[in-house]
């Protein structure tokens, strides 16, 4: 792994950019899943607006995995601040009987 291999080398800086790299990653992984199940609970209560509003957020967020390149962590064109935010945002995905808020947070590391 290309982490261990930093900290072999003791390129304690690259490691730590590596480590955030895949914390992201996981974050995004995390929440992209979340957000599937949404769209499916949505398409099943036939909520197809909803449906569609998190699609959209899906594709938001995939596009944000692209931008990370784990090869090369501190060329990412995805800074902390804007990942962050962005995961801070709230998606509001009204349903036929309730309204339901999907929080996007950041887990703890």
Do not use: W
């Amino acid at each position: 792994m290309a982490k261990d291999a930093a900290v072999k080398d003791e390129d304690y800086d690259k490691a730590q950019a590596l480590k955030e790299v895949c914390d992201r990653l996981k974050i995004l992984g995390n929440e992209l899943l979340k957000l599937e199940v949404a769209k499916v609970e949505a398409i099943k209560g036939e909520d197809f607006e909803a449906a569609k509003r998190i699609k959209v957020e899906i594709v938001r967020m995939s596009k944000m995995i692209e931008m990370i390149d784990p090869m090369n962590p501190f060329q990412t064109s995805l800074s902390r601040v804007e990942f962050d935010n962005s995961l801070n945002e709230r998606v509001s995905m009204p349903t036929n009987d309730q309204s339901h808020h999907i929080n996007i947070q950041q887990s703890a590391r």
